[in-house]
C-alpha cells in the first residue's frame, strides 16, 4: 500500500506520522488490499484535523476527516469513522448479493422536456447571460458498474456521483440519491 503523509500548518513528525501508519494499517483487515492511503494533518488555532483518503483496486474512495484538540485522538475517531463506513459498506454488498437493487431510471421524455424549453424563438438571444457559474469543477469520471457507483455514492456521503458506466459502453452517467432513499440512474444515449 502506499502511503502518504502531507503536514499542512504544522511541523513534520515522525512519531505522527508511523502512529497513523500503523492506525491506516488496521483498516486493512476490512478492504481488500487498498492501493493507497493519503493523509494530511493540519493545524487551526488549537483545533488538529485529520483528513484520510483511501483508494482501493476497483476505483472506489473511502475517505473521513476528524477535528480535535489533539492529533492522537484525531487519528483515532477518524480511523473509527472509516472502519464504520467499510463495515456498512460490506453489509450492504452481502445485502446486494441477497436481494438484488432497482434502480429507476428518471421518466424524462424527449418531448418533456421540449415543452419545458420551448418558448418564443424569434427574440434575439441577449448579450449577456442571465445566470453566472458559481463554482466550477473539474475531474476524471472513472468507469464503474451501477452498483459500484451506488456503493461510492455511499462511501463518499454525496447525493450525486458522475461515472462512464461499464454496463452501457462507456458513456456518461449519473447516479443520485433521491429524497425516499431510493436511487436514480441518468444515463447518455449512445452517440450515432
Known amino acids: 500500500m502506499q502511503f502518504s503523509v502531507v503536514f499542512r500548518h504544522m511541523e513534520p513528525s515522525d512519531a505522527l506520522k508511523s502512529y497513523a501508519r500503523e492506525r491506516m494499517d488496521r483498516v486493512r483487515k476490512y478492504m481488500p488490499d487498498p492501493i493507497g492511503c493519503h493523509v494530511v494533518f493540519s493545524t487551526e488555532r488549537h483545533n488538529h484535523r485529520v483528513d484520510v483518503n483511501f483508494q482501493l483496486h476497483n476505483g472506489l474512495t473511502v475517505a473521513g476527516h476528524e477535528t480535535t484538540e489533539n492529533m492522537y485522538s484525531s487519528i483515532d475517531l477518524v480511523i473509527a469513522k472509516i472502519e464504520r ?44 447571460p442571465a445566470y453566472t457559474v458559481e463554482r466550477t469543477e473539474s475531474f476524471h469520471a472513472n468507469p464503474m458498474s451501477v452498483a459500484d457507483a451506488i456503493a461510492q455514492l455511499n462511501l463518499a456521503h454525496q447525493t450525486v456521483l458522475v461515472f462512464r458506466s461499464t454496463e452501457a459502453e462507456g458513456r456518461i452517467a449519473v447516479v443520485y440519491r433521491r429524497d425516499d432513499g431510493k436511487y436514480g440512474l441518468i444515463e447518455t444515449p449512445a452517440m450515432a
Not at 434502480?103 to 424527449?110: K, M, R
Request: proline share 14%.
Open 85 to 128: 463506513q467499510v463495515r456498512r459498506y460490506k453489509g450492504k454488498v452481502e445485502e446486494q448479493r441477497v436481494r438484488p437493487h432497482h434502480v429507476e431510471p428518471l421518466p424524462w421524455s424527449h418531448s418533456i422536456v421540449e415543452e419545458a424549453f420551448s418558448g418564443p424563438t424569434t427574440e434575439a438571444p441577449p448579450d449577456h
